[in-house]
């Protein structure tokens, strides 16, 4: 199983980015997939979710009405990150992570996910 994400950069505050997240080596189907991040000297912290029939989504307060998750419904193999209104505190790298199914308080623990990407690298300047 891979997960390889991409769409990261620099972009100034208030600005837009999309993350994508390819998954490979078998049918995500009945996975959740989610995006979390890392800020420097930060712990691994929750973004969003979304669950395996892309009907639920899950997001942190920080991010809410801001970012939203998105997966592809026609193979489910694909998982996006639209960002607006980029701040500076937003700046970390974004991680894409997948899991078989979870119950809906465990889609923001990390320790829940069996398979992540390498990272994403975002960059908001003020």
């Known amino acids: 199983v891979q997960l390889q994400a991409s769409g990261g950069g620099l972009v100034q505050a208030g600005g837009s980015l999309r993350l994508s997240c390819a998954a490979s080596?078998?049918?995500?189907?009945?996975?959740?997939m989610a995006w979390f991040r890392q800020a420097p000297g930060k712990e691994r912290e929750f973004t969003a979710a979304i669950r395996w029939s892309g009907g639920t989504t899950l997001y942190s307060d920080s991010v809410k009405g801001r970012f939203t998750i998105s997966r592809d419904n026609a193979n489910k193999n694909m998982v996006y990150l639209q960002m607006n209104s980029l701040k500076p505190d937003d700046t970390a790298v974004y991680y894409c992570?997948?899991?078989?199914?979870?119950?809906?308080?465990?889609?923001?623990?990390?320790?829940?996910?069996?398979?992540w990407g390498q990272g994403t690298k975002v960059t908001v300047s003020s």
């Open positions: 992570a997948t899991t078989r199914r979870v119950v809906l308080s465990a889609l923001a623990d990390p320790s829940s996910y069996d398979y």
């Open positions: 080596g078998r049918t995500f189907r009945d996975y959740d």
